[in-house]
């Protein structure tokens, strides 16, 4: 069953109440999951998604990733286990490798990365073993590339792709195969004026490509950067309808749950953006 969620964007500075003010709107508003990320070095995923799951009483929670760089696996197996049991069957764990200055800037290598999260995972279930959850939860792994989709479906519940074209959802529904979570992330922007709301998702695909891995990936796919038609399929913008295509498309290519990132210049407009939405998206995923 597919549905929508959304993905919040941590360039939009609130205070804990104004946080616990917009989670309880998109509660009420009927969307599925509301997700964060997280820097090495800024808001812990896993306090934040306790403040989340506070606020509300019906949506569940995702970290869109916790950085493996944060905290040891066993930490994070024990932090994920605690949020699990205090919100039974509305917390996702989702992990991932982060960027290679994020290694760097705790001193550690990232030269090989999908080897460090095959270790990282078998950590995390030597001590899932050792102490089992009362109340299990879902793990999926920030993939963009085949080889970290594979150890998504060998070794996770499925994969969270980040800022990744259509077509990228497709190209991992077949590496993933049937019965594994197919989450991506979809930037949106409520702009019908194709100049305007082309610089406004042109500034927020720059920031993306910025790291080599986006880049790449985008490269691999066929885009030239910051071209139109890699900043049209970055960020999907228009009116309401617009946009509901684009979510139609990602259920199409094989998504289960598609995370929408408002362009906003703070939470408060992100969500404004989201009550308009909500009519037709929820439409959409039902």
Known sequence: MTSVGVWLYGGHPATAEVEREQLARLDALGYASVWMGETVGGRDAFARSAVFLGATGRITVGTGIANVWSRPAVTAQAAARTVAEAHPGRFVLGLGVGHPFQAASLGQSFAKPLRGMREYLSRMDEEAAANPPAAPFPRVLAAIGPRMLELSRDAADGAHPFAMPVRHTAFAREILGPGKLLIPH???????????????ARSSASQILRAE?????????GYDEMS?????????????EAIARRVREQFDAGADQVLISP????LPGAVDQLARLAPVLLGVAA
């Open 213 to 221: 891995a986006y880049a790449r990936a985008w490269r691999e796919f």
């Open 186 to 200: 979809q930037s949106v922007l409520l702009e019908t004026d194709p100049e305007v709301a082309r610089a406004k």
């Open 228 to 240: 139109d038609r890699l900043v049209d399929a970055a960020v999907a913008w228009g009116d309401e």
């Open 263 to 266: 362009t906003a210049t703070d």
